[in-house]
């Protein structure tokens, strides 16, 4: 069984300038939630993926945008990067069959820091 | 919005010694989980908690969901220095188009062998 896996791991950039981080999801799963974590916070829900749509969004702007592929993999894309932006982002998969236990399986996260 | 406080912040405690720590919420979840996070790691989940009042175990470690809804502990027992690490509690309110789960700030442990 294939966990989540995320990549770049590190990633330096500065502001003003576009990211994407890509994750594959966990073998079995159909859905991927990305989450902001600042250093010495807890994770903060960004969106959810579910059969290629947005599910949910927590209160970021709308230069977080993200994809889900056929094969549940998915994209996050930041714009118009800020300095406030350097954080770990964290992708998690899960399976929902009807409803949503939340039990999230999450990748090692992609370290972006904005100078 | 919704808000999780998780206390104690950090706790420094000798090998073989009992854990708790708690969360507590201004509002009702329905579903409360534990996870542990180790450096350059994303969070593992430890427990996951669907009724009221409900009381699980997953080895060293127990986890309780309060009978208000607003608060959830997890304790663990005889702790081993791979215990170290940040443990975070999270809120869900599944239902409805509500896919998000709310994470508490984390209390660190750090176990002295």
């Known amino acids: 069984e294939t966990g989540v896996t995320q990549s770049p791991t590190h990633l330096i950039k500065t502001r003003g300038q576009q990211v994407t981080l890509r994750c594959s999801s966990q073998?079995?799963?159909?859905?991927v939630s990305w989450y902001q974590q600042a250093l010495g916070q807890g994770p903060q829900f960004i969106f959810q993926y579910y059969r290629e749509e947005e599910n949910g969004r927590g209160n970021f702007p709308p230069r977080f945008s993200g994809l889900q592929f056929p094969n549940y993999s998915s994209e996050l894309n930041v714009n118009a990067l800020e300095l406030d932006d350097s954080a770990l982002y964290l992708c998690?998969?899960?399976?929902?069959?009807?409803?949503?236990?939340?039990?999230?399986?999450f990748g090692e996260g992609s370290r972006l820091t904005v100078l | 919005g919704q808000q999780l406080n998780q206390s104690p912040q950090s706790m420094f405690i000798q090998e073989g010694e009992d854990v708790s720590m708690n969360c507590t919420s201004s509002s009702i979840f329905n579903t409360w989980l534990w996870y542990k996070q180790d450096p350059g790691e994303g969070p593992v989940l430890l427990i996951a908690l669907y009724k009221a009042g409900e009381l699980t175990s997953n080895g060293r470690l127990t986890a309780q969901f309060g009978i208000t809804r607003k608060d959830s502990f997890l304790n663990i027992s005889a702790s081993i220095p791979s215990d170290v690490g940040i443990y975070f509690c999270a809120g869900l309110n599944s239902g409805g188009s509500n896919y998000k789960l709310t994470f508490g700030k984390g209390t660190l442990l750090t176990v002295n062998p």
């Open positions: 998690a998969s899960s399976l929902r069959t009807g409803g949503w236990t939340g039990e999230l399986f």
């Open positions: 073998s079995g799963h159909n859905t």
